[in-house]
């Protein structure tokens, strides 16, 4: 079954790897809690409300610098691994990660609470609090899972891309090292922008169980490189020119029409909620519908679709798929089946959290303005 699906490069390690595998992710999620921890970071309000205070929550931001260290140490091979390690444990390291993450969610969800939970099983899969912090919130939880998340991301995309080149060489598939610099640059941008996290749908409404935990942890650090399970064995696909270049340069220019619509819009909207009388970019009039202290944006891009920038997220996932240039191998596929189905169900959940937030009137009157979900005319 292992070698039918394609993926028996990934079980090679000897049985001390393996162990070692298993074992990275606690390794990798304790040394990023003293990162966190100790480098110097700024502290910003964010959009939540701490309920204690009726102020907005405190947030002390740093991944991008522990984006930048992590980096260092990887490239340099500080810590005496291999720069295709982390690739070569991925399944090792996803099975040990889970086990972490479900340890995690136990302590969150029943640990230090004596209350009841009538349905243990969906509050350890949702959570029960929208919020952890340690430390006098020098460490928020999940702006931590998407620190670690992040950056695990992109260097299992590097580190996928080193075991493919020591494979092939010359013979390397230009598509593996572009999808690398797609997730390098996708992350990079996310912690640039890094206070933009705090007013998205994560931040705001996920509660902190299992589904949080694996999703910012393992599904997004090393899960979202899924593609590669596949593709990494895989050489130049041999497309000749024109082929090659409209191949290589319309999936660049495919992801970047991406990153564009959903950095813009997520701009947008961060513009909106700090400053909701400001024009975004200078230009685009903030035009809303009021629903007794609250607005709802709608003009500029969430004019076009209420959820125009899962549209940006779903042109960026078919760029990774068509980089690969095997257009028909199921592998490369993955990553965009996973994105546009959890994009879905996440526009279907928010629309509900949207209508009670607002009122289920205001919220209608905001359907009838802006008719379509997330692609114009279609959807």
């Not at 090679?12 to 990275?24: I, K, N, Q, R």
């Not at 002390?60 to 070569?88: K, S």
């Not at 909207?269 to 909701?276: D, L, V």
Request: aromatic share 18%.
């Amino acid at each position: 079954m292992i070698e039918w699906l394609g993926i028996g490069h990934l079980f090679e390690l000897s049985p001390p790897e393996a162990v070692a595998g298993f074992l990275t992710p606690l390794v990798i999620f304790a040394a990023f809690f003293v990162a966190q921890l100790v480098l110097p970071g700024r502290r910003v309000p964010g959009y939540v409300v701490n309920p204690e205070t009726g102020r907005p929550r405190n947030y002390r931001l740093n991944g991008i610098l522990v984006f930048a260290i992590a980096h260092i140490a990887w490239a340099l091979e500080l810590t005496g691994m291999p720069l295709d390690w982390f690739y070569r444990s991925s399944v090792y390291a996803v099975a040990g990660g889970t086990v972490l993450c479900l340890i995690l969610a136990l302590l969150a969800v029943f640990g230090g609470s004596q209350d009841k939970v009538d349905k243990p099983l969906a509050a350890l899969w949702e959570g029960r609090a929208r919020e952890l912090s340690f430390f006098n919130e020098r460490i928020d939880v999940k702006m931590y899972l998407y620190v670690v998340g992040g950056t695990m991301l992109t260097l299992n995309a590097m580190s996928g891309a080193a075991y493919h080149y020591g494979l092939f060489g010359e013979d390397a598939n230009p598509g593996v090292f572009l999808y690398a610099g797609f997730l390098t640059f996708y992350v990079l941008d996310y912690f640039i922008f890094e206070r933009v996290q705090l007013y998205t749908y994560d931040v705001i409404h996920e509660r902190m169980g299992f589904k949080m935990f694996w999703g910012g942890l393992m599904v997004y650090g090393w899960l979202y490189i899924l593609p590669l399970w596949g593709m990494a064995v895989y050489p130049d696909p041999g497309l000749t020119p024109p082929g090659r270049y409209v191949w290589l340069i319309g999936s660049a220019a495919l992801f970047l029409v991406g990153w564009g619509i959903a950095r813009g819009a997520n701009m947008q909207k961060y513009t909106f909620k700090r400053w909701p009388e400001r024009k975004f970019l200078g230009l685009i009039e903030p035009e809303y519908i009021e629903a007794g202290d609250r607005k709802i944006l709608c003009s500029g891009l969430w004019g076009v679709a209420r959820h125009f920038n899962y549209l940006g997220e779903g042109f960026f996932s078919l760029a990774i798929a068509l980089a690969f240039g095997y257009f028909a191998n199921p592998w490369a596929w993955t990553y965009f089946v996973f994105i546009v189905g959890l994009f879905i169900v996440r526009q279907r959940d928010d629309d509900r959290l949207c209508a009670e937030k607002y009122g289920a009137g205001k919220w209608a009157e905001y359907q009838a303005r802006v008719k379509y979900r997330i692609i114009p005319r279609i959807y």
